[in-house]
C-alpha cells in the first residue's frame, strides 16, 4: 500500500530561524511528489512538482528537494505569513494523489 | 484565470440524508478529483473524472458517487449520510496530463448531524 509520511507534524519557529519539513514516500510506480500549502478554511495551495531524485525547486523562502526516498522542504528566514500546514503528495497515476497527513507550521514574530 | 469553484462552502444535514456537491473547475481542466479531508485521515482520494467517464477511484462505500457534465463541471454524491461523512470535501481540476498538478478549490464544509 503506497504510503507517505510527514514529520514533524507541528513545528514553532521564531521568525527568521530557519528550518526543514521531511516528506517520506513508499509509493510504487512514482512518478513525482508535489508540495502544497494549505491554509485554515480554504483548499490546499500548489506550490512544487518534483519529478527525480536530485531535483530542487525554489519559491520565495522555501526551497524543495527529492531524494529516493524522501523530499524535503526548506524553509529559510521564515516569515509570520509562512505560517500555514504544509502538505507532500505523492503521484503515480492520472490525478490520484496519496497525501501524507501534513505538518502545520507557526511562525512567531 | 478563476480559480476552483465549489458551492455550496457550508452544509448541515441529518443522519440519512442525502447531500450533492458541486465542482466548476479552471477552464480547459478536463480532469476533476474529488478528495475527503478530515483531522483524523487527512486528505483521501475519492474518484476522479475525465471527459464524463471515471477513470480512477478510491476505497470509499458506493454511498460516494460522482459525475462529470460535458463542460467538465461535476457533482459528488453522498446517500444515507453517516456521522462519519462530516469533512471538508474538496474538488481539484488539472489538465489531465499524467504529470499535471492538481488545483483545489476551498470545499464544501460538509457536518452530519
Known amino acids: 500500500e503506497d504510503q507517505v509520511t510527514q514529520s514533524p507534524e507541528a513545528l514553532r519557529l521564531q521568525e527568521g530561524e530557519s528550518s526543514s519539513l521531511n516528506c517520506s514516500y513508499t509509493v510504487s510506480g512514482l512518478r513525482g511528489l508535489f508540495w502544497y500549502r494549505q491554509d485554515p478554511g480554504k483548499g490546499p495551495e500548489f506550490l512544487f512538482t518534483l519529478y527525480s531524485a536530485g531535483e530542487e525547486k525554489e519559491k520565495e523562502r522555501l526551497k524543495a528537494t527529492l531524494t529516493k526516498k524522501e523530499s524535503f522542504l526548506h524553509i529559510t528566514a521564515p516569515k509570520p505569513e509562512d505560517s500555514a500546514t504544509y502538505l507532500c503528495?505523492?503521484?503515480?497515476?492520472?490525478?490520484?494523489?496519496?497525501f501524507g497527513k501534513g505538518t502545520m507550521l507557526l511562525v512567531s514574530p | 484565470k478563476a480559480g476552483v469553484t465549489q458551492t455550496p462552502r457550508y452544509l448541515i444535514k441529518t443522519r440519512g440524508q442525502q447531500v450533492t456537491l458541486s465542482c466548476s473547475p479552471i477552464s480547459g481542466h478536463r480532469s476533476v478529483s474529488w478528495y475527503q479531508q478530515t483531522p483524523g485521515q487527512g486528505l483521501q482520494f475519492l474518484f476522479e473524472y475525465f471527459s464524463e467517464t471515471q477513470r480512477n477511484k478510491g476505497n470509499f462505500p458506493g454511498r460516494f458517487s460522482g459525475r462529470q457534465f460535458s463542460n467538465s463541471r461535476s457533482e459528488m454524491n453522498v446517500s444515507t449520510l453517516e456521522l462519519g461523512d462530516s469533512a471538508l470535501y474538496l474538488c481539484?481540476?488539472?489538465?489531465?496530463?499524467?504529470?499535471?498538478?492538481?488545483?483545489f478549490g476551498n470545499g464544501t464544509r460538509l457536518t452530519v448531524t
Open positions: 481539484a481540476s488539472s489538465l489531465a496530463d499524467l504529470n499535471s498538478p492538481l488545483h
Open positions: 503528495a505523492a503521484f503515480s497515476g492520472y490525478s490520484t494523489l496519496t
